[in-house]
C-alpha cells in the first residue's frame, strides 16, 4: 500500500511540475497578437520560416507534409522542391535528422518537438518570445529572453531582427494594418547592439506569420471542425422539429 501511495505521488507531482513552470511564466506580461488560421498566405509564409529557420532542430513529428500541403494551399509538387530539404516524400512525418545526443551537448538539453507547442503555451506566448531576445554576455549563446529566463536557445532570427542591447518591454497589443498587412505596434527594441535585415513592423509581421503557422499546427482539424460547425447546428435545428412532433405523438395517449 506504501508504495502504491507513493507511485501515485510521483505521478501527481510530474504532471503538476510542468504546470506549475507554465503557470509561473504566465506572469510575464505577453504581447497581444492577431491570429487567423485561415489566412492562408500568412500560413505559407509561417511555414516557410519554420522551414528554414526552425526545422534543422525542431520536428513537428505529429505533423505530415501532405496535410499541412493541402491545409495551406501549396500544391505538393511545389512543397517538396522548395520545403523539403531532404529524402522525404509528401506523405512522411515532418521530423528532421537532428542526434538527441549531438543536441543535448550542443544546447544542454536536445530541443523540443513543436507540434503542440502553441496548445501549451499559447500564441501570445509564442509571439512575445520569439521577439523578445535580448544581449546577456553571462549566458552560453549570449542571449536571454524576457519570457523564458535563461534559455538555452540562440537566437537564430537576429538577422533578420538584429540584437536588442536591453530586455525588451511586454505587454503591448499589436494590430494588423488592413492596407500593408504589416504587424503594427507590439513593443520592440528600443535600442539594438546591431540591427536586422527587416524594420521592427516587418520583423513583427514575420513572427506573426511564425505563430499563426504553429497555432495553426497545434490544431489543424480546427480549421475543417469550424468550417462544418454552422452545418451540423443547422442540422440539429431542422432535427429538432420531427423528434419534438414524434415525443407529442408518443406521449400524447400517455397519462
Avoid at 482539424?221 to 423528434?243: E, T
Wanted: charged fraction near 20%; aromatic fraction near 10%.
Amino acid at each position: 500500500m506504501r508504495s502504491v501511495i507513493m507511485s501515485r505521488l510521483a505521478l501527481a507531482f510530474a504532471v503538476m511540475l510542468p504546470l506549475a513552470a507554465h503557470a509561473a511564466s504566465e506572469k510575464v506580461a505577453l504581447d497581444k497578437v492577431d491570429i487567423d488560421i485561415y489566412d492562408q498566405p500568412s500560413l505559407q509564409r509561417g511555414v516557410q520560416l519554420y522551414t528554414n529557420y526552425c526545422m534543422a532542430c525542431h520536428s513537428l513529428k505529429y505533423s505530415r507534409y501532405e496535410r499541412v500541403a493541402d491545409d495551406i494551399g501549396i500544391p505538393h509538387d511545389l512543397y517538396l522542391e522548395n520545403l523539403v530539404f531532404d529524402d522525404a516524400k509528401i506523405g512522411s512525418l515532418m521530423e528532421n535528422a537532428m542526434e538527441p545526443g549531438l543536441a543535448q551537448t550542443w544546447f544542454g538539453a536536445a530541443p523540443p518537438d513543436l507540434s503542440l507547442i502553441a496548445r501549451v503555451r499559447g500564441g501570445d506566448w509564442l509571439y512575445t518570445y520569439l521577439r523578445t531576445f535580448y544581449k546577456d554576455e553571462s549566458r552560453p549563446w549570449g542571449v536571454n529572453n524576457a519570457v523564458f529566463k535563461d534559455v538555452g536557445m540562440p537566437h537564430v532570427l537576429a538577422e533578420m531582427q538584429g540584437l536588442c542591447a536591453s530586455k525588451p518591454a511586454t505587454g503591448v497589443q499589436s494590430e494588423v494594418d488592413p492596407m500593408s498587412g504589416e504587424v503594427v505596434g507590439g513593443g520592440g527594441c528600443e535600442n539594438y547592439v546591431f540591427e536586422g535585415e527587416m524594420t521592427p513592423a516587418e520583423f513583427n509581421s514575420a513572427m506573426r506569420d511564425l505563430t499563426n503557422f504553429l497555432v495553426y499546427v497545434g490544431e489543424p482539424s480546427k480549421l475543417q471542425a469550424n468550417a462544418i460547425a454552422p452545418w451540423v447546428l443547422l442540422f440539429l435545428v431542422i432535427l429538432f422539429i420531427p423528434v419534438y412532433l414524434l415525443n407529442r405523438e408518443y406521449w400524447k395517449d400517455i397519462h
